[in-house]
C-alpha cells in the first residue's frame, strides 16, 4: 500500500487501516477518503462481464443492504428524487464552488475548492481504470465527489445492481454493516442511490448516479444528525450529469 501526505490516506483494503488515538472526522473517519472508492470498486464487482450476465436475487421488501460483493435488485421503477426544501433561499445562500468533470462529464458545488486526486483501480478481470477524486476537508467535515469510467469487462446492463454491489461494499465499513436508510430514486432519468449510515458516531451519506459506463458519487462525512441538513441536500442536488 503506497500513502501521500496529509490527514487522509490513500486507496487500501480494508484490513490495511488501523487508527488509533482520539477520535476525530480525520482518524475516526481515517476510511472516509476510501469511501466513495470502495463503493466505486463495489459496483465494478458486481455484475460479471457482459457476455456472462449475473442473475441477482430478489431483495427483501425494505432495502437494507448488507456486506456481501453482490446487491439485490427489483424490476419497480424508483421514485423521483426531491430537492432540497426551498426554504433556504439562494439569496440567503454563501457562494459555493462548482467543480466540473473531465471533458464537462458532471459538475457538483461544494462549500469551498476541493483538492484533486486520481486513483487507479483494477476491475475483477485485471482492467485498469481512474477514479476521478474531489475532495474538501472542513474542520469536522468531509465533502468527495468521485466519478469513473469502468472497462469494457464490466456489465452495466442493470444499474441498479451495480450501484447496490457498491452499497454493499461500503456497508461493510458502516455500524452494524448496514446502511440506516436507502433510498432509490431517479435523478435526471438516470437510477440513482441515497443512502445515509454511520461510522464510529459520525454521519455518512452516500448519493450514486450511473450513466452508461459512467458512476459518479457524492459521499459526506460529519456530525451525527447531519446526513440530511441544509448544506448536505445543496451538496447532493448540485450534482448535474452531463449529456
Known amino acids: 500500500m503506497t500513502t501521500r501526505p496529509g490527514r487522509w490516506p490513500t486507496f487500501a483494503p480494508a484490513a490495511t487501516i488501523r487508527t488509533s488515538g482520539r477520535c476525530t472526522i480525520a482518524r475516526c473517519m481515517i476510511t472516509v ?11 465494478a464487482l458486481a455484475q460479471a462481464p457482459a457476455q456472462a450476465p449475473a442473475q441477482a436475487p430478489a431483495p427483501p421488501a425494505e432495502p437494507s443492504p448488507a ?17 432540497p426544501p426551498a426554504a433556504a433561499a439562494s439569496a440567503e445562500q454563501a457562494p459555493w464552488h462548482t467543480v466540473t468533470g473531465p471533458e464537462k462529464s458532471f459538475t457538483a458545488d461544494l462549500p469551498a475548492p476541493p483538492k484533486y486526486t486520481t486513483i487507479e483501480l483494477k476491475s475483477g478481470t ?3 481504470y481512474t477514479v476521478h477524486q474531489y475532495l474538501l476537508e472542513q474542520d469536522e467535515v468531509a465533502y468527495i465527489v468521485e466519478t469513473a469510467t469502468y472497462p469494457e469487462d464490466i456489465n452495466v446492463s442493470n444499474p441498479r445492481t451495480n450501484l447496490q454491489g457498491g452499497l454493499d461494499n461500503l456497508a461493510k465499513s458502516m455500524e452494524g454493516a448496514k446502511w440506516t436508510s436507502v433510498d432509490w430514486v431517479s435523478h435526471q432519468g438516470l437510477t440513482a442511490t441515497d443512502a445515509v449510515g454511520t461510522r464510529r458516531g459520525h454521519a455518512i451519506r452516500s448519493f450514486s448516479v450511473m450513466k452508461g459506463r459512467q458512476v459518479f458519487t457524492l459521499i459526506y462525512a460529519g456530525s451525527p444528525g447531519t446526513a440530511r441538513s441544509a448544506d448536505v441536500n445543496r451538496f447532493v442536488a448540485s450534482l448535474h450529469v452531463g449529456p
Open 126 to 128: 485485471g482492467s485498469l
Open 67 to 83: 456486506p456481501a460483493s453482490e446487491g439485490a435488485v427489483t424490476a419497480s421503477p424508483p421514485p423521483t428524487s426531491q430537492s
Open 33 to 43: 477518503w476510501m469511501i466513495a472508492g470502495w463503493l466505486i470498486a463495489g459496483a
